[in-house]
């Protein structure tokens, strides 16, 4: 086949922009069969594997990833991610630093971001590895991102005890925000309405909805 229709049939396999797709996907495992084929397929391939496949669900995937980086500089060039590389809880400094590593590289790329991360099960007053502060760092970086998604919690990122941070109000250019059992109170709908960009929100299970009158709030 002249490679034209080669490469139609990888374009035409894809999903629509901003799809994240896991590494089982029928579509991930058909690109990665075309990064094989020769170096034209493996170009086009590799760059749509990084637009929709880049979904790094262990401490293990994520070290790869990492020392990947070097020899191919095109993987800091990421435009949506899910990142998942924590178990039971984020008490682990070296991992948090990995996850600092790999934000540092890709904020300026990344627009579309989904985590499943356990922050809650190490509070501040807990926080003996200092491992809040990294993360922390991390996620400020992130000023690009126009979706994010937290599966686990409302992005819970006190450094302090009883200090209600809410990183994602800095990012300039968010547009879609979802998160899961966020306090939505008072000073919560002060936040979204303050906010620049912000067109679309998805709480799950969130507190304090009957406690506040939207309609007077945002």
Request: overall charge negative; aromatic content about 8%; hydrophobic content about 45%.
């Amino acid at each position: 086949l002249p490679i034209e229709l080669v490469l139609n049939v990888i374009t035409c396999s894809l999903p629509s922009p901003g799809v994240l797709l896991d590494p089982a996907h029928p579509t991930t495992q058909l690109l990665l069969t075309f990064t094989l084929v020769c170096q034209e397929t493996r170009r086009v391939a590799s760059k749509c594997l990084r637009e929709h496949c880049v979904y790094l669900h262990s401490e293990k995937r994520l070290g790869r990833y990492l020392r990947a980086i070097p020899q191919q500089l095109a993987l800091r060039n990421v435009a949506t991610l899910t990142l998942a590389p924590f178990e039971e809880d984020i008490d682990d400094l070296p991992l948090c630093s990995w996850v600092r590593e790999l934000l540092f590289f890709t904020c300026e790329s990344l627009t579309k971001l989904v985590i499943d991360m356990p922050l809650r099960t190490c509070y501040p007053e807990d926080d003996h590895l200092a491992v809040r502060p990294v993360l922390r760092e991390s996620f400020e970086r992130l000023v690009n991102l126009v979706e994010f998604v937290s599966v686990q919690d409302e992005l819970y990122l006190d450094v302090f005890d009883q200090e209600h941070a809410c990183v994602w109000a800095h990012w300039p250019r968010l547009k879609r925000l979802s998160l899961y059992n966020v306090a939505a109170d008072e000073q919560f709908w002060h936040r979204v309405a303050a906010h620049p960009c912000l067109d679309t929100l998805v709480l799950s299970v969130p507190d304090c909805l009957n406690e506040v009158d939207l309609k007077a709030e945002y």
